[in-house]
């Protein structure tokens, strides 16, 4: 059974600082893995994904890497900024399905 | 614009109550989802629906129904069966599983509390 782990549940960072979110999972069978943001008592926002055939997506200053063979993703923020506060989700499409297994998330808090 | 709408945003339901959560897209995507989250939590997958008129129960469908009459609509129902139904509800829409266009989009969410 796929599990998702995001570790850690939460992190406090000044601004300015480049941080690296985690998130590993148990089963490297996965078509794609997906990392969102949500805002307090929002939906989700999907931020960047990545096919299972590819290593890693850029977006702004946000760069996602996925190594599929040791079952780890990584979420890269630059410059953080105080906006950036918020939970971030990891989420995986096995295989052989359509829909998604989710990480608990981390919470994140960027101070000014 | 595109996009995915849930209504109402807040739902106060009394025991033994059946209460009915909408979610609409005009994304033009043949797949929906339902998420159940807790607080502190990831989601959980209640329903999932890959075409109009079908539809497949996901990791934790006891107490809830859905419906898929059409491609924009998936109406999820809460029924009384639900023991804890007191959470935060997503809709998520996408394009179908084998494209290589199936990133998942959420809606705002509705939050349900039973009173």
């Known amino acids: 059974k796929q599990e998702v782990t995001q570790i850690p549940a939460a992190l406090s960072v000044p601004e300015g600082e480049n941080l690296v979110l985690n998130c590993s999972f148990t089963?490297?069978?996965?078509?794609?893995l997906q990392w969102f943001r949500q805002d307090p008592g929002k939906g989700l926002t999907s931020l960047l994904l990545i096919q299972s055939s590819q290593r890693e997506q850029t977006s702004g200053r946000l760069n996602a890497s996925l190594d599929k063979s040791s079952g780890r993703s990584t979420l890269y923020i630059a410059a953080s900024q105080p906006g950036d506060s918020a939970t971030y989700l990891c989420?995986?499409?096995?295989?052989?399905?359509?829909?998604?297994?989710f990480g608990q998330g981390t919470t994140l808090q960027v101070k000014p | 614009d595109g996009g995915i709408t849930q209504s109402p945003k807040y739902l106060f339901r009394k025991e033994g109550q059946n209460v009915t959560l909408s979610c609409e897209q005009n994304l033009n995507h043949d797949a929906m989802y339902w998420y159940r989250q807790d607080p502190g939590q990831g989601l959980r997958l209640i329903y999932y629906?890959?075409?109009?008129?079908?539809?497949q129960k996901g990791d934790i469908a006891e107490g809830y129904s859905v419906s898929r009459e059409k491609k924009e609509s998936f109406p999820l129902t809460v029924t009384s069966a639900q023991k804890n139904p007191t959470a935060f509800y997503l809709c998520a829409s996408s394009f179908p599983g084998q494209s290589s266009y199936n990133e998942q989009f959420f809606g705002p969410g509705t939050r349900l509390t039973v009173l």
């Open positions: 629906s890959q075409i109009v008129n079908d539809f």
């Open positions: 989420a995986v499409r096995p295989s052989n399905t359509g829909k998604l297994i």
């Open positions: 089963d490297s069978a996965i078509y794609n």
